[in-house]
């Protein structure tokens, strides 16, 4: 007896051979028939499917896999990691950028709460209130999610929590002794058992005090003997690295090389953005120079442009390196902000560091952000109107005009500052184009007040593929599928194949987009985040069950998996 028939659509099977019409039956969570499907749901046994999905006039493809991701937090309150499911994603990686929840020892949740504030944006409130803190051990916390896990979970061991699991408070001073990293491979090792996919490491981030991440104090030789522990299970290193700077950025692909070559391991490195001229091309050409090496490394793109949203009266990636914006972003109380922003002498030194006059890049950057919404309706008329046009009807400068015009709407006014990266198609193909790049690495669940994060995959599938003709939908749908699910092994998923698990989803081609942005207070204590749903994703199926669908939203099905772990 079949448990669910995908009937009637345009199968993409995520292997990149040419679409085909096709029903799809599910048994007991897998794959067990792509093909005819007898009228009454069965093959061959004369009983009815327990369920149908009509995909007639859609297309059918393996769920979608985001490799970036931070709803490590998240999970706690949200089984489904919305809206992921919304936009056909089944299976998420977690524990990027050397932060991850597990393990770690009870007095040090603090500390790593506020280090994913720092880096990611994330309220304190939602650590204090919606994390159901219960572990100390990664294995722990594997065993806690899966109570309740409505999307698949592939999760990284952060470095800097394992360094500050085996080495306490001088994790975040010192390099560790030879002990110290035997104590780490151990535990990395019993993470790996236990499902996680890798371990992420940093080489840039700083913590909320302004000092290095612990992952960035690690000498080489820790790094090489964590990766020596990664090799034993053919697990992923991921790096964020001097992602800036081409020289930087080539001499960390160096490294990741090396380390590919002698472990036998996969490696990654997030993000390749195209923010400085000829930054793209050189990484590209140093990729294959590389992969003619053997080493095995991936760059992670996000296929559209990142505009960042900031707000005077919240911490922001916009304005925090600007000289003595973070003290005053950073300030508990709404009074006390204003009253800063109201002291001439402060106001100067804020003005004079956010609109530097010998710094023409960060002065464009002011000129072009605008207004994207107001508390105050009275304030409504500047609504879309960048700084610029604001500051020359006010005489004033674009940083006087922007403290201005959040003084009056009581900081409730957020700005947008347009995308600065990312934007040039040509480019953007020839990044997306190429076989060391992988595609979905969204960054969704953090910056939840900052960055724009969901939907990267109706980008490529309406943009990119549809609209723009950049790729055939086979070639896209295989990036974002059986790709990843091979460079990050991912037993039996990303194909609509039968013995793979069902992770299936069902889109209209003609209509599928990223959605309309939403202000929302949806998680613990009221915290609002910005969010966008999904367009033209019609039905999202985990492991054979329906787990969500346009007409019908969430269900009550809780059939995530550990992605990373062989399950029968």
Same mark, same amino acid.
């Given at each position: 007896?079949?448990?669910?028939?995908?009937?009637?659509?345009?199968?993409?099977?995520?292997?990149?051979?040419?679409?085909?019409?096709?029903?799809?039956?599910?048994?007991?969570?897998?794959?067990?028939?792509?093909?005819?499907?007898?009228?009454?749901?069965?093959?061959?046994?004369?009983?009815?499917?327990?369920?149908?999905?009509?995909?007639?006039?859609?297309?059918?493809?393996?769920?979608?896999?985001?490799?970036?991701?931070?709803?490590?937090?998240?999970?706690?309150?949200?089984?489904?990691?919305?809206?992921?499911?919304?936009?056909?994603?089944?299976?998420?990686?977690?524990?990027?950028?050397?932060?991850?929840?597990?393990?770690?020892?009870?007095?040090?949740?603090?500390?790593?709460?506020?280090?994913?504030?720092?880096?990611?944006?994330?309220?304190?409130?939602?650590?204090?209130?919606?994390?159901?803190?219960?572990?100390?051990?990664?294995?722990?916390?594997? =065993?806690?999610?899966?109570?309740?896990?409505?999307?698949?979970?592939?999760?990284?061991?952060?470095?800097?929590?394992?360094?500050?699991?085996?080495?306490?408070?001088?994790?975040?001073?010192? =390099?560790?002794?030879?002990?110290?990293?035997?104590?780490?491979?151990?535990?990395?090792?019993?993470?790996?058992?236990?499902?996680?996919?890798?371990?992420?490491?940093?080489?840039?981030?700083?913590?909320?005090?302004?000092?290095?991440?612990?992952?960035?104090? =690690?000498?080489?030789?820790?790094?090489?003997?964590?990766?020596?522990?990664?090799?034993?299970?053919?697990?992923?290193?991921?790096?964020?690295?001097?992602?800036?700077?081409?020289?930087?950025?080539?001499?960390?692909?160096?490294?990741?090389?090396?380390?590919?070559?002698?472990?036998?391991?996969?490696?990654?490195?997030?993000?390749?953005?195209?923010?400085?001229?000829?930054?793209?091309?050189?990484?590209?050409?140093?990729?294959?120079?590389?992969?003619?090496?053997?080493?095995?490394?991936?760059?992670?793109?996000?296929?559209?442009?990142?505009?960042?949203?900031?707000?005077?009266?919240?911490?922001?990636?916009?304005?925090?390196?600007?000289?003595?914006?973070?003290?005053?972003?950073?300030?508990?109380?709404?009074?006390?902000?204003?009253?800063?922003?109201?002291?001439?002498?402060?106001?100067?030194?804020?003005?004079?560091?956010?609109?530097?006059?010998?710094?023409?890049?960060?002065?464009?950057?002011?000129?072009?952000?605008?207004?994207?919404?107001?508390?105050?309706?009275?304030?409504?008329?500047?609504?879309?109107?960048?700084?610029?046009?604001?500051?020359?009807?006010?005489?004033?400068?674009?940083?006087? =005009?922007?403290?201005?015009?959040?003084?009056?709407?009581?900081?409730?006014?957020?700005?947008?500052?347009?995308?600065?990266?990312?934007?040039?198609?040509?480019?953007?193909?020839?990044?997306?184009?190429?076989?060391?790049?992988?595609?979905?690495?969204?960054?969704?669940?953090?910056?939840?007040?900052?960055?724009?994060?969901?939907?990267?995959?109706?980008?490529?599938?309406?943009?990119?593929?549809?609209?723009?003709?950049?790729?055939?939908?086979?070639?896209?749908?295989?990036?974002?599928?059986?790709?990843?699910?091979?460079?990050?092994?991912?037993?039996?998923?990303?194909?609509?194949?039968?013995?793979?698990?069902?992770?299936?989803?069902?889109?209209?081609?003609?209509?599928?987009?990223?959605?309309?942005?939403?202000?929302?207070?949806?998680?613990?204590?009221?915290?609002?985040?910005?969010?966008?749903?999904?367009?033209?994703?019609?039905?999202?199926?985990?492991?054979?069950?329906?787990?969500?669908?346009?007409?019908?939203?969430?269900?009550?099905?809780?059939?995530?998996?550990?992605?990373?772990?062989?399950?029968?």
């Amino acid at each position: 007896m079949l448990d669910l028939v995908v009937r009637g659509g345009l199968v993409v099977d995520g292997s990149g051979l040419p679409a085909y019409r096709a029903d799809v039956g599910v048994h007991d969570g897998r794959i067990v028939r792509v093909g005819t499907v007898d009228t009454d749901g069965t093959v061959g046994t004369g009983t009815e499917a327990a369920c149908t999905v009509d995909a007639t006039g859609r297309v059918v493809i393996p769920g979608l896999i985001d490799i970036h991701t931070h709803f490590d937090a998240q999970l706690s309150w949200d089984a489904t990691a919305t809206p992921m499911l919304e936009h056909g994603v089944t299976t998420v990686v977690t524990g990027n950028c050397s932060l991850s929840l597990a393990p770690l020892r009870a007095d040090q949740r603090g500390r790593m709460s506020r280090m994913f504030g720092q880096i990611e944006q994330l309220p304190q409130a939602l650590f204090e209130d919606g994390v159901d803190w219960s572990w100390e051990t990664f294995a722990e916390w594997i =065993a806690v999610r899966e109570r309740s896990l409505g999307i698949n979970l592939a999760p990284l061991v952060g470095h800097s929590a394992l360094r500050m699991y085996v080495m306490g408070d001088d994790a975040h001073e010192r =390099a560790a002794t030879p002990r110290e990293i035997a104590e780490m491979q151990g535990e990395l090792a019993r993470a790996l058992a236990a499902g996680a996919v890798g371990l992420s490491v940093s080489c840039v981030d700083i913590d909320e005090t302004g000092k290095p991440v612990p992952s960035r104090l =690690a000498a080489p030789e820790e790094i090489d003997a964590l990766a020596e522990t990664l090799g034993a299970a053919s697990a992923m290193l991921q790096m964020v690295p001097e992602y800036w700077d081409a020289t930087a950025l080539c001499q960390r692909i160096d490294e990741l090389a090396e380390l590919s070559i002698r472990y036998q391991i996969p490696t990654t490195f997030s993000p390749l953005l195209d923010q400085t001229p000829g930054l793209v091309d050189t990484v590209l050409a140093h990729l294959d120079a590389i992969s003619s090496t053997g080493g095995r490394i991936y760059a992670q793109v996000q296929p559209r442009g990142i505009d960042v949203n900031f707000m005077l009266s919240e911490w922001n990636f916009a304005l925090y390196r600007c000289s003595g914006w973070s003290q005053v972003l950073r300030m508990s109380d709404r009074d006390d902000q204003l009253g800063a922003y109201g002291d001439p002498e402060i106001r100067s030194r804020l003005i004079a560091s956010a609109y530097p006059s010998d710094d023409p890049v960060r002065r464009e950057q002011l000129d072009t952000a605008y207004v994207s919404a107001v508390g105050d309706r009275s304030l409504s008329s500047l609504i879309g109107r960048n700084l610029a046009d604001i500051a020359r009807e006010r005489g004033v400068t674009p940083a006087e =005009a922007m403290i201005d015009v959040a003084v009056a709407d009581g900081l409730e006014t957020r700005f947008t500052k347009p995308p600065s990266s990312n934007c040039d198609p040509q480019t953007m193909g020839r990044m997306l184009g190429h076989p060391a790049v992988l595609i979905g690495a969204s960054d969704a669940g953090a910056h939840v007040r900052g960055f724009s994060t969901y939907g990267d995959t109706a980008v490529v599938l309406g943009e990119l593929v549809r609209d723009r003709a950049m790729f055939s939908l086979e070639h896209a749908v295989k990036r974002m599928t059986s790709d990843l699910a091979a460079a990050w092994n991912l037993p039996d998923r990303g194909l609509l194949r039968p013995g793979y698990k069902a992770d299936i989803t069902v889109f209209d081609p003609a209509t599928i987009d990223r959605g309309v942005e939403v202000d929302v207070a949806d998680m613990p204590t009221g915290c609002r985040r910005y969010l966008r749903g999904s367009v033209g994703v019609d039905a999202t199926i985990v492991n054979g069950c329906v787990a969500w669908t346009a007409h019908g939203g969430y269900t009550t099905h809780r059939a995530g998996q550990i992605a990373s772990r062989r399950v029968a």
